[in-house]
Every structure is written in structure tokens, then in C-alpha cells.
């Protein structure tokens, strides 16, 4: 029988009417990305059909389309928990937006400046500052996991850093294993070294509720597409850094924080779409016209409290198959509910097309080659 949490959020998922090969869909990719509600729908498809413009025109549409923009960094600022709308930067996605700001970051360092990054990551948060440090003489550290406890080493950050370290780069959550990362002792250890930090929480939005001010970092990323939006991405950054650095930016575009973090036209849709994403969310509290910072607070806890019972099913199940290895740290630790998992005999790329065949949709295989380590092969990641 359907719990009343899971029948009043399916209510909302027209997706979960299809079928695939006769049988009811399962969705277990959400480290490649979440459904999309239809309020999200409805709102992407009211901005195109009733309000669409340009910005900064002195006309109805543009007029509306500023203030839908407005509204949706307020909203996304409640989400951050960020102290102003102006930190939040709207761009393509995660890895366009970190190379964008490495880029500018990367004006102000040159040889005898290091970057920190960790075998933990995505590519998305490895690979800009790879290249960043390609082009400019810097040197690249990596902090490597436990693969007993699938945490990062923080003894091996602390050696990592020192005062050539002008930034650390860590994953709040891992899309692979599921692993959360304590990435406010992170930033500290970065604050004290003199560097910043800058944090992918792609794969931590959707499961944790994202606290800027708690983390204490310099920089954080997102994607609005993982939490139930269209495929945004969401740059945060405290204002004295925003203010300070130079992005690249087509001249005579606005230069003032944080649209001069925002290069060309926007996906004026998507981001409607990605306030109405945050409105949904708080949704599941259940109790409009609450502040909005605390109906998300209310409706995470509910989201957590689902999905860790679910999880705890997935991960019973699997570690009990023969043959089924099951990666990431201890089922009721911190952790996001995404299992990293390998079969005996069958490659992850063919189990994954397997089940997709089933209508259950996987995590495809991916394999990541940190910089200059090891290179090593992630199974597949469901959650
Ligand atoms: C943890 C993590 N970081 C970064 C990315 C890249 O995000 P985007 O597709 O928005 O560039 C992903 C996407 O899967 C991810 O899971």
C-alpha cells in the first residue's frame, strides 16, 4: 500500500503514468537527475506563453520577466540560505558555471599557487581546476577517500594544505556512493590556510537542505534539474567575491553582482521554472504562507524521513543478493540514499541497460580518472 507522503507527492509526477514494456516505471537515477512536477511544468509553460521577453525592456513582458527573475533568486536565496537574492547567479548548469568562475579565479594565481581537489568528486569539480591549472602553471593536490569508510581523508587535506593553497574544491555530497562530506570543516580548514573554498552541492540539494552560512564557504553550485526543476545550473558566491573578481563578460552587459556573473541570455524559463521547483518543494510542509526558509526546513526533514526508510529497503535488498556488491559508507550513516553497486560476472553498463529494459532506470556506469593519482572505475550509482 502507497504511505500518504508518497501518494500525495506521485499525485504530482504525471511521469508516473507511463509505462515502459507494460510494466509501471521505476526511477532510481536520481544522481543523473530528478522528475519534474507539474506545477514546475506549469509555470516553464505560462512564463513561454504569457510573459516571454528579453530583460530590461519597458514593456509588459520584459517588465514581468524581471520580476520572475527577481523571484525565483529570492526563492533560490531562501533554498541557499544565502543573506542576499544578488549572490545567486543563473548559468547552464554546475560544470558551465565552475568553469566560468574558475576562469576568473584563475586571472589572479600563477606558478607556486596550488589548488586542492579530492578523488571523492564529480569530474564536474575536478576538471575545471585541472585546466584552470594547466593553463596557469599552478599545482593540483588531491585528497584521497578511506575506501574502508568512503570518507574523505582529513588527515591528508590538512598535510595538503598550506599557504600556497589559494582553493579547495570538495563535493558536498557524492552522486556516486552517496557519500555526505562535512564540508563546513572543510571550508574552516581552507579559511585558516588563507584559501577558498568552493563546494558542489549537485547531488546534496536534492537530499539535504543547503546552508551557505553553516557551511562557511566561499562558493557553492547547483543544479536545478537534481531537485526537480529544468536543467539550470546555480552559482552562489558571497558578495565581496562577486563584487571583486573579474568574470569574462561581453562588454557593455551589466556589471553589477550578480549579473555580471550571467553571460548572454538566459534560460528565462528554466529559471521561472527552478523558483516554482523550491515553491514545490516547500510544498511538502504543508503549511503555505509559512516563511519559506522554514516550510523547506519542514518539508527536507519529510523528504529525509521517506527516502532514508526507502533506502534502507534498497540496501537491505541488494546486500542481501548473491553476487551484488554494494559500495558507500554504512546504510544509516551520513550519507545521501544512493547506492553504488556491482553484480559479479555482469558488466555495469550491461546490468544498467538490463534493467532498463524492466523500465527501472539506473545510473548509467560512469568511470572518473582523477588528476595525476590513480585511475579508478565507479559501478553503478542509483539513488
Ligand atoms: C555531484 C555532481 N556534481 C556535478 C554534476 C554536474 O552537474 P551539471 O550537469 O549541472 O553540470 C553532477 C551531475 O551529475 C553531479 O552529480
Not at 576562469?103 to 585541472?130: C, F, K, M, Y
Not at 557524492?174 to 563546494?199: H, K, P, Q, W
Not at 547547483?222 to 531537485?227: G, I, L, P, R
Not at 521547483?277 to 524521513?305: K, N, Q, T
Request: with cysteine; glycine share 10%; charged share 20%.
Amino acid at each position: 500500500m502507497t504511505d500518504p507522503f508518497s501518494a500525495r507527492v506521485r499525485a504530482d509526477f504525471p511521469v508516473f503514468e507511463r509505462r515502459v514494456g507494460g510494466r509501471p516505471i521505476a526511477f532510481f537515477d536520481g544522481p543523473g537527475g530528478s522528475q519534474v512536477p507539474r506545477q514546475v511544468a506549469d509555470a516553464v509553460r505560462d512564463y513561454l506563453l504569457m510573459h516571454n521577453a528579453n530583460t530590461h525592456g519597458f514593456f509588459a513582458t520584459s517588465e514581468e520577466t524581471d520580476a520572475a527573475i527577481a523571484g525565483a533568486r529570492e526563492r533560490v536565496a531562501a533554498l541557499l540560505n544565502a543573506p542576499w537574492p544578488s549572490e545567486v547567479a543563473f548559468g547552464a548548469n554546475m560544470t558551465t558555471l565552475t568553469f566560468h568562475l574558475s576562469r576568473s579565479l584563475g586571472r589572479e594565481w600563477g606558478p607556486g599557487d596550488e589548488i586542492v581537489v579530492t578523488q571523492l568528486d564529480h569530474q564536474a569539480n575536478v576538471a575545471p581546476w585541472v585546466r584552470l591549472a594547466e593553463d596557469r602553471g599552478i599545482t593540483v593536490r588531491v585528497v584521497p577517500f578511506s575506501s574502508e569508510t568512503f570518507t574523505l581523508d582529513l588527515e591528508a587535506l590538512d598535510r595538503a594544505l598550506s599557504r600556497r593553497t589559494r582553493l579547495v574544491a570538495v563535493g558536498a555530497a557524492s552522486n556516486a556512493i552517496g557519500t555526505v562530506n562535512d564540508v563546513a570543516a572543510v571550508a574552516e580548514r581552507a579559511r585558516r590556510a588563507g584559501a577558498l573554498s568552493f563546494v558542489d552541492a549537485v547531488h546534496y540539494t536534492p537530499h539535504r537542505l543547503p546552508d551557505v552560512q553553516a557551511m562557511g564557504c566561499d562558493f557553492l553550485a547547483c543544479s536545478a534539474y537534481k531537485f526537480f526543476g529544468p536543467h539550470v545550473g546555480i552559482l552562489w558566491g558571497r558578495t565581496e567575491h562577486l563584487e571583486r573578481l573579474t568574470p569574462y563578460k561581453v562588454p557593455p552587459a551589466s556589471d553589477t553582482a550578480p549579473e555580471r556573473w550571467e553571460t548572454g541570455t538566459l534560460n528565462h524559463e528554466g529559471i521561472v521554472g527552478t523558483g516554482a521547483a523550491v515553491e514545490w518543494i516547500a510544498s511538502l510542509a504543508g503549511d503555505p504562507g509559512r516563511d519559506l526558509r522554514e516550510s523547506l526546513r519542514r518539508a527536507y526533514a519529510a523528504i529525509h524521513r521517506h527516502e532514508s526508510a526507502l533506502f534502507a529497503q534498497l540496501h537491505a535488498g541488494l546486500t542481501s543478493m548473491p553476487g551484488v556488491r554494494v559500495y558507500g559508507p554504512a546504510a544509516e550513516g551520513e550519507r545521501t540514499p544512493t547506492a553504488g553497486f556491482t553484480i559479479d560476472g555482469v558488466s555495469p553498463g550491461e546490468a544498467a541497460r538490463r534493467l532498463g529494459r524492466r523500465g527501472c532506470s539506473s545510473g548509467t556506469a560512469t568511470s572518473t580518472r582523477p588528476p595525476s593519482v590513480t585511475r579508478w572505475a565507479w559501478p553503478i550509482a542509483a539513488g
